[in-house]
Structures are given as structure tokens and as C-alpha cells.
């Protein structure tokens, strides 16, 4: 049994080596990077970058900015998953096809994705041709304020395949019983839903609300490619603001943003964990 023992941890090694040299060390070298002042003798400052960031007007918006496509993007994308889930049950052996085309955006390279996005928002794109076709005046949809949307849309259209195949297993197993049951009992379709089927696949449930909510932070190389490097106001995010302080080799301030961000994420999933623990007592 030791002997066996030895030979996982030699087999380990390889994987553990490559997350020391390229995750533990970096990590570590980050925080000194984020306390010192950056010049040559790199003196100790503690925590004067952050409050520096911290007033930065840049950091403030993105800041904000990603906080609020999060905040919008992964209730909005945890329910249609579990609705068109839901659905999908219902065509039973018929729906892996309708599955099938849901994961192909996931699947799809990034370029591609765009492509098929700036030709149906542009000015004379299908979306303005129906915007016309109601009565309305065309958008600029990839300039101000309106950037936001096709941005939005594009994060659900790409993620929301995953979240129904997740879905979709976890519903496989509830019991078709449950629910005769509750037939007979007069419950409705919503409270059947709510009373039988989130309870039943509540651990799958808040992993596709943890994954999309991971996912809205990484809007940043769509929002990247459509605006550049300084989108509108709307949609910067603080990937923008990491990004351009990086391209000025200004790594205190990325560092900074990137801890300060990294402690807000941590704060909020033991949150969000904290919330499927009660959850969980409540209904054991």
C-alpha cells in the first residue's frame, strides 16, 4: 500500500510543478508586486496602491460596469437554462437534437461568434432590418450605450447550452412519481417547479448559477474585440482597465486591481455558499 502510495505522488508530480511554477509563484510575486512602489529598488509602500486604485475613476467604472453585467447576466441566463431545461424534458428522446444545436455557440471558436454577432448588429444587419420592420428607427448597436446589448445577448447565447445540459442531467433524475403525485394533489406546473424541482436538484442548480456567474467575468474578450481597448463608457470593464495598465507595464496597478477584484469574488461565493448551506438545511 506505501509503495503504492509513492508511485501516485511521483505521477502527481509533473501536474504539481506545473501549478507551482505557473500559478503558486506568480501568485505570490503578484501581492509583492502590489505593495511595492515599482521603481527600481522596489520599496515597501503596503497598502497605498490600493487605496490609489481604489480612487481611480477608470477602476471605479469598470468595476462597476462588471459587477453590473454579472449581476444581469447570470440570474438571466440561470433561468432560461432551467425553463428551456424544463422544456426539453418534455419532448423526452426527441430533444438531443435541440440540445445538440444549444451547445454548438459554446463549442464554436470566439472569432466565429463575433463575426455572426457585428453582421446581424450592424446598421444595415437583420436586427435593424426587424427594428424597421416595426416601425422604428435604426440603432447604432455597436457604438454607446447600445453596445451593451449585443453584448448581453452574445453571453447568453454562448453560455446558455452548457447550463442546459447540466440541467438537463440533473432533471433526469427526478423521479416521474414526484410529480404524478403532486398531479393528483391539484399543483400546478410553477408549483411543482418550485416545490419539487429546484428542491430535488438544488446542488445542480447553484453550480450553473456559480458557473455562469464565473463566466459574466469573462465578457472581456467579446467587449474586447467589438470596442477595443476603450469601449464606451457602458461597457468597460475592469478587464479593460487590467489590460491597459499591463500594456503600460504599469504591473502595480494591475496587480492591485486584480487582488482587490480577487477578495470582492471570494467575499461573494462564500455568499453564495453560505446561501446553499441554508438552503440545504432547509430542505433536509
Not at 505557473?22 to 527600481?40: A, E, L, Q, R
Not at 435593424?128 to 447600445?146: D, F, I, K, S, Y
Not at 470596442?227 to 500594456?247: E, I
Request: proline letters at 4%.
Amino acid at each position: 500500500m506505501f509503495h503504492r502510495k509513492k508511485i501516485v505522488w511521483l505521477l502527481m508530480l509533473p501536474g504539481m510543478l506545473g501549478i507551482l511554477v505557473f500559478y503558486v509563484v506568480p501568485f505570490f510575486g503578484g501581492v509583492y508586486y502590489s505593495v511595492t512602489d515599482g521603481s527600481f529598488a522596489n520599496n515597501y509602500v503596503g497598502f497605498s496602491n490600493y487605496l490609489r486604485v481604489w480612487q481611480n475613476p477608470m477602476f471605479q467604472m469598470g468595476l462597476r460596469n462588471t459587477l453590473e453585467l454579472s449581476v444581469l447576466c447570470a440570474p438571466t441566463i440561470w433561468f432560461l437554462s432551467f425553463l428551456m431545461a424544463a422544456m426539453l424534458k418534455s419532448l423526452k428522446e426527441r430533444s438531443t437534437g435541440f440540445r445538440n444545436i444549444l451547445l454548438m455557440p459554446y463549442l464554436m471558436p470566439s472569432s466565429a461568434l463575433l463575426l455572426i454577432w457585428l453582421t446581424m448588429f450592424d446598421y444595415g444587419g437583420v436586427v435593424n432590418r426587424l427594428v424597421v420592420g416595426m416601425g422604428l428607427e435604426r440603432v447604432l448597436w455597436l457604438e454607446g450605450n447600445a453596445l451593451r446589448a449585443p453584448v448581453v445577448l452574445l453571453y447568453i447565447w454562448k453560455n446558455l447550452g452548457f447550463s442546459v445540459v447540466l440541467f438537463s442531467a440533473a432533471l433526469a433524475t427526478v423521479h416521474p412519481s414526484l410529480y404524478e403525485y403532486a398531479s393528483l394533489e391539484g399543483a400546478g406546473g410553477l408549483t411543482q417547479a418550485f416545490r419539487i424541482t429546484l428542491p430535488q436538484i438544488w446542488p445542480t442548480a447553484f453550480l450553473v448559477f456559480v458557473l455562469a456567474w464565473v463566466n459574466a467575468f469573462k465578457i472581456f474578450k467579446e467587449v474586447y474585440f467589438i470596442g477595443g481597448s476603450y469601449p464606451d463608457d457602458a461597457v468597460y470593464t475592469l478587464q479593460h482597465f487590467m489590460n491597459n495598465k499591463f500594456a503600460k507595464l504599469d504591473y502595480q496597478d494591475v496587480t492591485t486591481a486584480a487582488y482587490s477584484f480577487a477578495v470582492l469574488v471570494i467575499v461573494m461565493f462564500i455568499l453564495m455558499y453560505r446561501v446553499k448551506a441554508v438552503r440545504g438545511e432547509e430542505t433536509a
